[in-house]
């Protein structure tokens, strides 16, 4: 079955720097992942999308990468502030026959330390 | 415009009760998905809906029902309720593009004892 795997330890990162977070999948290749920013007691807030056939995506200091040799998606946010401390998750879609729904990574808490 | 609004933010029932929680998505989505989402298993989908049909369900026992209005507002129910559905239950809307994403609500924590 599918899976999303994201790092559970969380990442602690100097504020300026970059930071690096890691999803990987299972299986086949999904169409496409998301990614999302979630703080605590808040639902998920959608960040980026990128397709398959996109090997990066960027939107103002993040940047998405795709690579389906290593099954991986990148996800870069860079010149790093204490307001980007949250954790990030990151999804694909479902299943073939399944659709209308995401399947979530654990997600990823970052900590950007002034 | 107003967001994804869910109600109640949080509910305390006991072990045996039924539950309603309710989503009212962003103005124009047509669809509406619930997500339940706790530390050890993150965010689990529960079902979809879209124009009052629901298009797909989790793999949850049958007390997890939900419905959607003509209104698009929707609305879930856990009946029977356990210990295990603490958690925190999330609703969220889109036009069903996949490059605009799902917006979702603050959620609706739900604990049972």
């Known amino acids: 079955s599918q899976k999303i795997e994201q790092n559970s330890e969380a990442l602690n990162i100097q504020e300026g720097k970059t930071a690096t977070l890691t999803c990987n999948y299972t299986n086949y290749s999904p169409a496409y992942l998301q990614w999302y920013r979630q703080d605590p007691g808040r639902g998920p807030v959608f960040l980026l999308l990128?397709?398959?056939n996109e090997k990066e995506k960027r939107k103002e200091r993040l940047k998405v990468t795709f690579d389906t040799t290593l099954k991986q998606s990148l996800f870069h946010i860079t010149a790093s502030q204490p307001a980007d401390s949250a954790t990030y998750l990151c999804a694909r879609e479902g299943p073939l026959g399944s659709n209308y729904q995401l399947i979530w990574g654990a997600g990823t808490k970052l900590i950007i330390k002034p | 415009k107003a967001g994804v609004t869910q109600t109640p933010r949080y509910l305390i029932k006991t072990r045996g009760q039924q539950v309603t929680l309710s989503c009212s998505p962003i103005?124009?989505?047509?669809?509406v998905s619930w997500y339940q989402q706790t530390p050890g298993q993150g965010l689990q989908f529960l079902f979809e809906?879209?124009?009052?049909?629901?298009?797909n369900k989790g793999n949850f026992p049958g007390r997890f029902s939900g419905r959607q209005f003509s209104n698009s507002r929707s609305e879930m129910n856990v009946s029977t309720l356990e210990l295990g559905d603490s958690a925190l239950y999330l609703c969220?809307?889109?036009?069903?593009?996949?490059?605009?994403?799902?917006?979702f609500g603050s959620g609706t924590r739900l604990t049972v004892v």
């Open positions: 809906y879209f124009s009052e049909t629901q298009r």
């Open positions: 969220a809307s889109s036009l069903g593009v996949a490059e605009d994403g799902y917006t």
């Open positions: 990128i397709r398959e």
């Open positions: 103005s124009g989505h047509r669809s």
